[in-house]
């Protein structure tokens, strides 16, 4: 029986994925074999000695101890693309947003309260107050061709943009997935020289924080429009405040609202709903609990964010799971171990991580919790699992 811990409110049409018979999901368990959470931050509470993997139903982890986890060997899942379509959808209407005066024609509009027959006059007297442009045939940047960028600029496409694209890492299923409309930026500066609306759509490290500051908004076009609905921290308010002051931005949409921001003129403050949708809510929980299931009881791993990727089938009668440092000699030391204790290998996929590494060795017959011991003793290993398959 498996016991998973939920820190927040998940999908039912996740947790219903639980077979009752193997799990039991509870919010306060002691001991538990998983967690899973949506946004509670797990940097204020120590995380059980129990805990062997983690998953966050949705993108980003800034949430989760991902040092701390790594060092334990606690695999931390996230849900990259199930949110996609909610993301999307949400971007779309903040170019729109951008674009035209809604947001600011609906805040005038709602002072015309108790003015009777006169807001008919009024509303064509100062409707050119609010007169914006048409997105067909401009120019937007997407940074960041994940699942969520290629599905805004394939939309973007559809809607008439010229869009432009740059990602130096983008993977072969998003590349095929990809508008063949879509050009390829060569370089961020040369992008950011061309566009008139720039979208964002990367991770939040050290080498993208503040991506948008000072220097990227000065190779910029005047008027260009920003949005956001990536990470906070990518853009530096400071600078695109300055920017927005100087004429030179024309607005900015972020999903990330922060007090320097708030009521500022030409930007938009969203509250966070990027993937405030019940689809992507499901989506997330669905992902988040297979990718849970598929590791406790096989040990395959998909969608790490501190792991290597590393699945194989299960077709034999037990499995060793190793996670180690990433240094020389570390399976042939396992195999060794085995071969002492004349346990015969059936298959091994090892797989790396910058500084470390993860396997899954499959053997014929059972295997003697003294030979896991041994294992365990060499130094460089971190943690040693074993699974059994009832026979048949």
């Not at 809604?102 to 006059?121: F, P, R």
Request: proline content about 4%; some cysteine.
């Amino acid at each position: 029986m498996y016991t998973i811990q939920t820190l927040n409110n998940i999908s039912r049409k996740g947790l219903t994925l639980f077979p009752a018979e193997k799990y039991r999901t509870e919010p306060s368990a002691d001991r538990p074999d998983a967690i899973l959470l949506r946004s509670f931050n797990l940097h204020d509470q120590p995380i059980p000695q129990s805990v062997l993997a983690i998953a966050r139903a949705g993108a980003g982890v800034n949430n989760i101890p991902i040092d701390e986890c790594t060092k334990r060997g606690i695999i931390v899942f996230n849900t990259p693309g199930a949110n996609a379509n909610s993301v999307k959808e949400l971007l779309i209407a903040a170019l729109l947003l951008s674009a035209r005066g809604i947001h600011e024609g609906l805040a005038w509009t709602a002072t015309l309260s108790g003015k009777g027959a006169d807001v008919t006059k009024l509303v064509e007297k100062e409707k050119a107050r609010f007169a914006g442009t048409e997105l067909l045939g401009k120019r937007l940047g997407v940074v960041g061709l994940g699942a969520i960028g290629a599905m805004v600029a394939n939309a973007a496409v559809g809607m008439g943009l010229d869009v432009i694209g740059y990602d130096p890492y983008i993977t072969v299923d998003n590349a095929w997935g990809l508008s063949r409309a879509v050009r390829r930026a060569r370089s961020l500066e040369n992008l950011f020289a061309e566009v008139d609306y720039l979208t964002i759509h990367v991770p939040y490290t050290d080498g993208t924080a503040n991506m948008i500051d000072e220097k990227a908004l000065a190779m910029m076009r005047p008027g260009v429009r920003i949005m956001n609905f990536a990470r906070s921290g990518l853009v530096n308010n400071r600078d695109i405040l300055a920017a927005i002051r100087a004429g030179k931005v024309a607005g900015y949409v972020t999903d990330f609202p922060e007090d320097e921001l708030i009521g500022q003129e030409h930007v938009l403050c969203v509250p966070h709903l990027g993937a405030s949708t019940e689809e992507a809510e499901d989506n997330c929980a669905v992902m988040a609990v297979e990718q849970l299931k598929a590791f406790l009881e096989t040990g395959n791993i998909r969608n790490s964010v501190n792991f290597p990727e590393c699945q194989m089938d299960a077709n034999h009668r037990s499995r060793i799971l190793i996670s180690n440092r990433n240094i020389p000699n570390m399976v042939g030391q396992f195999t060794t171990v085995l071969a002492k204790a004349r346990i015969n290998i059936a298959d091994l996929l090892n797989r790396h991580r910058d500084d470390v590494a993860y396997n899954i060795i499959d053997i014929e017959g059972t295997i003697d919790p003294v030979v896991a011991d041994e294992i365990r003793k060499i130094d460089g290993v971190i943690t040693v699992r074993v699974i059994e398959r009832p026979s048949a």
